[in-house]
Nanobody, 127 residues
């Protein structure tokens, strides 16, 4: 499966962006999917995911209440709506997919649990 992420860009603090991730394949609705982000020199950080079509968002204070994950299976596309953005949200955002359907809930936040990644889209939030 191939993933194409888009929607990144430059936004002022307090603004909003919506990222999109479009996947190839006929079984999109069955995929476990996630968004991660990464700053240079830092580990990839979990942001949000769908696991067995249940949505999960990071419970860290830096994300909670501001980011919303959604998906449109008819369009093979997953979204990340980011509101009230902060300079600390600046990162490359990646979408990822686990196609085997074997992921357990405790692995949702683990990047190693996903078998395909998009190319990443840069998000920059200015103060």
């Amino acid at each position: 499966v191939q993933l194409q992420a888009s929607g990144g860009g430059l936004v002022q603090a307090g603004g909003s962006l919506r990222l999109s991730c479009t996947a190839s394949g006929r079984s999109f609705g069955r995929y476990n999917m996630a968004w991660f982000r990464q700053d240079p020199g830092k580990e990839r950080e979990f942001v949000a995911a769908f696991w067995r079509n249940r949505s999960f968002t990071s419970d860290v204070d830096s994300v909670k209440g501001r980011f919303t994950i959604s998906r449109d299976n008819a369009k093979n596309t997953m979204y990340l709506q980011m509101n009230n953005m902060k300079p600390d949200d600046t990162a490359v955002y990646y979408c990822a997919v686990e196609t085997g359907g074997r992921m357990i809930l405790s692995s949702v936040k683990n990047p190693s649990a996903y078998n395909a990644w998009g190319q990443g889209t840069q998000v920059t939030v200015s103060s």
